[in-house]
């Protein structure tokens, strides 16, 4: 696959570097589906994904029309399989735990394979 053909990424894990990833995609133009088990890490990544774009818009950065466009490229699921549905990429960004990455590579194997 070429890198021009990539146009929805799937990003999964909230964290401070799974937002920030997710941010760029969306800064970038890129569609993105954010996933994490977590509601909680959901939105609280939300929020510091706002708390950003304000930042960029208070250092003029960005205006409030590129933010809202921003954020619309951006969609949060609890839903692995909905996250690599349509995807084209797919970054892990999840904690550092050997075992946890081991099952989300093999569940990631499993519904990349069916979509």
Known sequence: M???SIKRICVVGSGVMGHQIALKCAVHGFLVK???SS???LLQAGINIQKEL???????RLCTKEK???LERIQ???????????????IESINEDLEAKRNL???LDEDASSS
């Open 2 to 4: 070429a890198i021009k």
């Open 54 to 60: 304000d930042r960029r818009i208070g250092d003029g």
């Open 76 to 90: 949060s699921t609890e839903k692995l399989s909905e996250g690599v549905m349509e995807s084209d990429l797919v």
């Open 39 to 41: 509601k909680q890490r």
């Open 105 to 107: 590579f093999a569940q």
């Open 34 to 36: 954010f996933v994490d």
């Open 68 to 70: 809202e466009e921003i």
